[in-house]
């Protein structure tokens, strides 16, 4: 018998999905967004869901390695990349993933990382607490091979002094998360508004 996600982190994820659709950041059915249990299981988005659209029957439950606890289920399709987050950073309670035009085009540009730097908005990231700072945001190229993305962010991640709480997917999008939802929508929030400016700047140029 399965054990029922709870009513909570199922409202969770319905209302993010649908500040994300308003901010424009998950056009069609793009993004997923999923939450990290007290049990250790992750509840998630499933494939194929407009996320401004989101109803109770659109979140499952994967355990910690992805596989759906209910079979034939199918979650996202990035979702190993949500538990590798999870694996990786204790403290993660949530995760969401965006595809906003902003971090596809400035990925697109980018080399292995996008610096950021004298945005107030820098708070949002661990660090410091004024915007006298820099955060070099990792970008990886798009891989459909979700395993070896994964295992090229493990490499990144082992040899990092400071890991940022996102990272970018070259084309694709962002990733981003907190010790709660509403702690990674702050930081994509955060992190898609200095892209805004970075994809203005360049214009203006």
């Not at 056009?27 to 194929?48: E, F, K, M, Y």
């Not at 659209?53 to 079979?71: C, I, K, S, T, W």
């Not at 979702?79 to 949530?94: S, V």
């Amino acid at each position: 018998m399965t054990v029922p996600i709870p009513e909570a982190a199922i409202a969770t994820i319905i209302a993010a999905g649908r500040r994300l659709d308003a901010a424009g950041w998950v056009p069609a059915t793009a993004g997923n967004l999923s939450v990290r249990l007290p049990d250790g299981r992750v509840a998630i988005t499933r494939s194929g869901r407009h996320k401004g659209a989101l109803a109770a029957g659109d979140v499952m439950a994967v355990d910690g390695d992805g596989r759906p606890e209910v079979q034939g289920d199918r979650p996202s399709y990035e979702t190993l990349l949500h538990c590798g987050i999870y694996r990786r950073f204790r403290d993660a309670g949530a995760v969401v993933h965006g595809h906003s035009i902003a971090n596809t085009v400035l990925s697109r540009a980018a080399g292995g990382s996008l610096t950021l730097a004298g945005y107030e908005l820098l708070k949002a990231f661990p660090g410091g607490p004024t915007h006298d700072v820099s955060v070099a945001v990792p970008v990886l190229d798009n891989d459909q091979d979700i395993p070896r993305l994964q295992r090229a962010l493990n490499a990144r991640w082992a040899g990092a002094d400071t890991i940022p709480p996102g990272y970018l997917i070259r084309g694709h999008g962002a990733y981003l998360w907190g010790s709660d939802m509403d702690a990674a929508l702050a930081r994509m929030e955060a992190l898609e508004f200095m892209l805004a400016c970075e994809l203005e700047e360049r214009r203006l140029r």
